[in-house]
């Protein structure tokens, strides 16, 4: 089965930086897109980023804008989130996603996507 594994995360003092991964293994599959959703302590999960394949469009949180930045590889389905400048309320766990076309309504919506990672904590120091 399609696996999607992240790693990078971790405990982080207020402005500095942390690099997300999120690499697919199993068998081969077509997405058109990958996204990044996050989830803290009592709080639902929400969007933070997504990219589409196609024309490379990226997408973000109004939250994050300006400061992460989402790049991937579309032929090995990997996706990384570059994220700067970070903040307390930026301590969730980050879990990676893949879209098909199969339940595609919308990138920053969790129900567009296919597969999921385990997710991987990032912790905000102030």
């Known amino acids: 089965q399609v696996q999607l594994v992240e790693s990078g995360g971790g405990l982080v003092q207020a402005g500095g930086s942390l690099r997300l991964s999120c690499a697919a293994s199993g068998p081969t599959f077509s997405s058109i897109g990958m996204g990044w959703f996050r989830q803290a302590p009592g709080k639902e999960r929400e969007f933070v980023s997504a990219i589409s394949w196609s024309g490379r469009s990226t997408y973000y949180a109004d939250s994050v804008k300006g400061r992460f930045t989402i790049s991937g590889d579309n032929a090995k389905n990997t996706v990384y989130l570059q994220m700067n400048r970070l903040k307390p309320e930026d301590t969730a766990v980050y879990y990676c996603?893949?879209?098909?076309?199969?339940?595609?309504?919308?990138?920053?919506?969790?129900?567009?996507?296919?597969?999921w990672g385990q997710g991987t904590q990032v912790t905000v120091s102030s």
């Open positions: 996603a893949a879209t098909t076309l199969r339940y595609y309504v919308g990138y920053t919506l969790s129900r567009s996507y296919d597969y």
